[in-house]
């Protein structure tokens, strides 16, 4: 169990762009980072406006002289800094995230990023090629594979409990753009302008979680081919969707499917992974994070609860309370933050092989979740054809 | 409310084509057809045994002589009585449906049909053409339809609570073939045998439930084309599918996608209609079907129970039972088999517009059935690829 | 499974003494009892208006002079005749059940009736005199209790899953009478008349049901003493209660909750049995009667659900269509009226010993209900007290 | 919604006793009062062993001057120091609270105490009048009352929606202890031994819990009398009582009724609260805290999901990730220190008026458990007889 004990010898010293006053994913990443000691907010970029910024970060107990106008002014202090930031979260339009995540890491920090990581899978690569030259790690902000359960689907497959796995549904489908919101809404109009949003809507904002967690249940599957729709409901989207589906099939003759949407009137956020093998299936739902429904053919389906003893020994790990008592995304994100801390620390020392066996979306998972965008923007856009995936 | 009241002046003589000894659909649709007195049994060809279904109809409590060996022999003799059946059901595999169906329509009999009607949409519009002539009523066994759920489903599309219908998500996903038990259980054998099951297995005997329950929530929707692609995870069962996916596009914009599957591990039957609408969402499932959710963006997601007030009067006038207790399939199909024996009494009577308010499934959910899965397998076998609905 | 094979020799011929035009659950007892061709009905005395009940009557298909102005006349007659009746249904209001059925077995006639039985254990014992000494069949209306998921629950205490039994929580608790609705609603009106209803409302009208409901599945418990507690929310009702709760001690130190009420705003019905054993609980709610809930402490809860093989044999005996698809209370009904069928048909053969392993809900249930009824009057009317139980 | 903006000028300067090593309510505590920089850690005396007390303190960062061996010395150095703790947690075993809170409160130190407060309302009273005197506040740890949708079902009391209280159902009934695990289990073997654990087991240590949720979702509520029963189904624990239900009887004719238990085999925390009014009922549940079921008679149930803006904006000012992602206890914790924050600023600031309106459990909850539990003690040992409160 998890009781505050930090797993690295030291708190890594951190810094944000973006996050900053208003910014609720900001308050997200710094309560899961300091959660529990990893990360040590030292300096920060947060605002468009260097006053507002300052300001803030003067109200979060930072130095001021550490409190910067902007990535490329922060990057350059820090890195030239004895007890400069080792690391850096940055939670800023999609469009940024490239260019701010290359500054980092070749201003040597390691990087945090909420997804998607870049707009095109070129950009993605390039990025990997930095980290990889450099030995630098590169987070990206997958909350819920940090979810206890989602690390006991994955073991539940491991163990061969499910059989041959065959079939993959994946749905993150909301309804709370169901009318064009945008137009009121600020916080939302970039993410359905390409300009900041990039070459999708739902497909890299919504789709590439459930994707990432089936990735992370299922880490043998690998994508031969790919069919994408999208369609704009709320018709000023165009050409960004705000419905799609998408069928892959997989080498060795699994298929999946993913729906993803922002349209799906009245649901909640709708996020599922249903992983089905030819002896059972399991199911997690985001809504009730804290059950797994496991479903053995021909045997009573099961709800499995999060902190109970009959789940296996590397979920428990991740328990912070107790069984009855439930857990939420924060804990998902703050597992994330203690194996990122993790990975930077093995990476610093120049092992990073000793991280290896850390569960955590990385570059790897970054650069996957551009590719896949990729493939099924080109699929949708030739009106629905079967792209090979590579 | 349903208290036993006929609603028709006579009940219908009626007859029987397989459903013998062992047949638990036999058993399920007499149990309907008679459950509130529509349907009268006087005579059944039970079984390929001669004796053992002349047994069978005399246990039932039938003149032996109306026991016949094959359904020449009925269709032919009772033509010719007086007092001769004015309906017959067939529960005979799929094979010999069409035969069957053609053949009680000659002899001027009216005909309650397992699905699929046919195997192929040429012999199901020559059913139709035949029907239409001679004035008969074709009635299929979607069971679920005749839920007072789905009626429930259907009036909130109708009054546009839903707003303008976008989005379609059909599911029909059990478990029970996870295995290849067809190699211990004549029962299942003929289900993935082309031969006897036609050029499906689960696209034909699953999907088309909820297809056809889609349709009655939906009535307006016409598909303008659709792409499937089909499983053989049990490889025995090649070229017949045990997993199947369907996307279809809807004039207007809408889409639609069904996942069918015998191979859904662990799951029960897994049979769920979600609508989506500009403004809201409903969703049934068959194993909680006296309960359905309402989504309005917005606001608070609803269930709404059966027999409530609140329901629209339509849905209530199948309620038996009163709000609280629950109801199952037995009821829906009872349901179906009022509205059928209303039909025919219309037809009988020369007017069969009288019958035009009723929903139930005719000849024309029958085609409609046979020629969607006719399409799937079209575009499954070149690949998955789009195909026009024609 | 149940294929609509009878397992009684012959249907037994059988009448009804209220239930006419407009009784829902006249159609209620008419739809269970002949579902599967166990009883066949001949006469009936239906309504206080003898030309209503004799239009009724004939509606059904009955002889019209089998169609009685009350029952009197028509036990009279039909004990009088060869081919008479040999059991009746009483659907009436609770103050007429003691001298109808008691009127009934003095006619030498077999009884299925509504409960309470009667207002008095005294005249429950009568009844329970009168039946021993003609060997007459005695059968109370608990339907839910022929349900197959009720059967499982008494298996898995009889063969000790749940361990030694220490805790029963038993509750049927809706809202439809929040409001004093009985002002407009003569359905209702004489259910909070004590000279209808009898010395209570929820205690007799609902409580009963779970409370055989547990009677059934925990057949060992002896109620040693209990307390009730009861008010009158809809202040008119008084003495009458609309909200009630029992506490029960059993011998061997088992404990019970039960409540009751007819104001729990916004419930459905509300009815569950929860019984927990030292090693495990079992729970059953009526609103989602085709799943078991099984939770063994230290294991992940389970939901066992109808028809499937997991389950033991006795329950799936009474299977009519399958796991997969939802059966409801009909279903239930009509496994009792099987079981009564049996009964009656082992009495009339001098054979009452083989009727001994039916579970149903005989006489002594009936004056069981009765006891408790009165036991909790009791202990209400004393201010809550204690009260031995004999 | 929170975004980590701190509401009061200043961190409290903040210490523990108890909490060590090991001790995963000493984590739960840590993680709520420092998650938005409300508590500032300074100084503990974490352990029983000194040196393992200093050591803990040591890796959560602390001076080692101010890792204390015991309270006293903590109390006394402290209150010392100009920059001494404010504030101290106590989270030790249930036979220390009043000692600790006692010395505490005389050496004018705030403090926040798990529950029980006390063995007996005469010390619980006596803390009381120390903190009044003084001016300091005392919070107690009933932590899911600052969840978000107890605050909404507050409002939903408070705005009148579900009419005039009638009911109230609480129940916190697990199934961990259904076993002896106390011969095994140093963790809960002090729980069931009265020295330790007081007069009580799962009425202090369970009851408390709901009971209190009630209190805040029904302030007007007056308890007049009660009656409790109390068993103890694993034989060593008597005098303790494993299992428990409570009657209770308001002013104004509600009524109550409260299950605890440690044997409800099979069961998670069962922690849940129903109220119901003259017109409809809300119902919380532990397991799945992030929905709230509200259901008006004669409507469709409702399902209320946290972060909604539907939800009182009372309600929504706890909201810290948004509508869709889940959050769990901890958060309820966090909501709750932060209350406790503000109540001690505007204490020490001399204006406790300006705390008011802040929803917490303080002293009066304190005394009310340590009331409640003593009147249920007393009523079970007599017998289970009804006792008057006072």
Redo the contacts between chains.
């Keep these: ?5 930090r797993l690295t010898k030291t708190a890594i010293r951190w810094g944000m762009v973006g996050g900053g ?4 994913i ?3 990443h ?2 899961a980072a300091m ?3 990893y990360f040590d907010l030292r300096a920060g970029a947060f605002d468009l406006d260097p006053e507002r910024g300052r300001a803030f970060g003067v ?3 930072l130095d001021p002289d550490r409190c910067y106008p902007d990535y490329q002014a922060m990057f350059a202090a820090e890195s030239a800094r004895p007890d400069g930031i080792r690391c850096v979260t940055i939670a800023t339009p999609n469009n940024t995230h490239y260019p701010i995540t290359r500054a980092a890491l070749l201003a040597g920090i390691h990087v945090i990023c909420e997804k998607p990581l870049t707009f095109t899978t070129a950009e993605a690569l390039d990025l990997q090629a930095i980290a990889r030259e450099r030995g630098l790690v590169v987070g990206v902000a997958y909350g819920y594979s940090g979810h206890q359960m989602i690390e006991e689907a994955a073991r539940l497959v491991a163990d061969g409990t ?2 041959e796995i ?2 993959v ?1 994946m749905q993150f489908a ?3 753009h ?2 064009p919101v945008e137009l009121d809404s600020p916080a939302t109009r970039w993410r359905v302008d390409p300009a900041f949003a990039g070459p999708s809507y739902v497909l890299g904002d919504l789709a590439t979680h459930p994707l990432y967690l089936a990735q992370v249940i299922c880490p043998d599957l690998r994508i031969r081919r790919l ?1 994408c ?1 999208r ?1 704009s ?1 709320v018709a000023s989207r165009a050409p960004l969707e705000d ?1 799609a ?1 998408v ?1 892959m ?1 997989y080498d060795g ?1 699994a ?1 999946g ?1 993913l ?1 993803t ?1 922002a ?7 709708g996020q599922k992974v249903r992983v ?6 399991v199911e997690w739902w ?6 797994l429904r ?12 999060r902190g ?3 789940l296996h020994a590397q979920s428990l790990g991740d328990d ?12 998902a994100w703050a597992n994330l933050h203690s194996r990122f801390a993790q990975a930077i620390e093995a990476h610093e020392e120049g092992d990073p092989a000793r991280a290896a066996h850390l569960r955590y979306p990385g570059i790897g998972a970054g650069v996957e979740g551009v590719r896949w965008v990729e493939h099924c923007v080109r699929s949708a856009d030739a ?4 792209v090979d995936y590579a």
Tied chains: 1, 2, 3, 4.
Aim: aromatic fraction near 8%; proline fraction near 3%; charge should be negative.
């Design positions: 169990m998890i009781d505050g004990t006053r208003g910014s609720q900001g308050y997200v710094r309560s959660r529990d000691g109200d979060l107990g499910l059989g065959r079939i549904t909301h309804g709370f169901s009318a069919l729709t369609q409901f419905n589906t069928l099939e003759g298929v499917t729906w949407s349209v799906n009137a009245g649901s909640m956020h089905t093998g030819s002896k059972g299936s985001d809504e009730h994070p804290n059950q496991l479903e053995i053919q021909g045997e009573a389906a099961r709800l499995l609860d109970m003893p009959y912070r309370i107790g069984a009855g008592h439930p857990e939420g995304l924060f804990e009106g629905g054809v079967w």
